[in-house]
């Protein structure tokens, strides 16, 4: 996404944007580890490293930062069934969608902190831990770095929109470099 938006092709971004959203779980706001497209629908991963939720915010901050088209949160886009795979016949507007991602990462602190649980990895797959008991009671450094930059990023972009929830995102962010100071 960012070589078109380098390249002044916000329409691609935009059909990427569409795609990725319409695969984020309908059940908690989550997205697979990675998942297939057209007839390959139904073949996805039902659990991601807990970085990878952040990635599609990311998108769209950027996307926004770059176009100003506030329109797209307007958009209207299914999710995916975790049971099923499919596409599901509900639609949401992408603002919607990027509450139950940000819902779904609030939910998923380690308790008592802003700190993103570590879930199933990071960014680097070989440092799975040894005792499965540590995936919701570790966080990623790196992780909760990527969180942090993100969600100041949309907070920015959001705050000609949708300025009570930039309040929330920025105070999110604020409570995160709290914890991870």
């Not at 299914?78 to 991602?101: A, G, I, V």
Request: hydrophobic content about 35%; charged content about 25%; aromatic content about 14%.
């Amino acid at each position: 996404t960012e070589f078109f938006l380098a390249m002044d092709r916000p329409d691609v971004v935009k059909s990427i944007i569409s795609h990725v959203f319409s695969n984020q779980f309908s059940d908690d706001g989550n997205w697979p580890q990675w998942f297939m497209f057209d007839k390959y629908e139904t073949q996805k991963s039902g659990e991601s490293h807990g970085d990878v939720i952040v990635w599609p915010m990311k998108i769209v901050s950027d996307y926004l930062a770059k176009t100003d088209d506030y329109d797209i949160l307007s958009m209207l886009l299914p999710y995916s069934n975790r049971s099923t795979f499919r596409q599901t016949t509900e639609k949401d507007t992408l603002m919607n969608h990027l509450k139950k991602e940000i819902q779904y990462i609030e939910s998923n602190f380690l308790p008592g902190t802003y700190l993103s649980c570590y879930g199933d990895g990071d960014w680097d797959d070989t440092l799975q831990p040894n005792n499965s008991l540590l995936k919701k009671n570790m966080a990623s450094s790196w992780t909760v770095a990527l969180t942090y930059q993100v969600i100041g990023s949309l907070a920015n972009v959001l705050a000609s929109y949708d300025e009570d929830y930039a309040k929330h995102l920025d105070t999110l962010q604020k409570n995160i470099k709290s914890d991870y100071e």
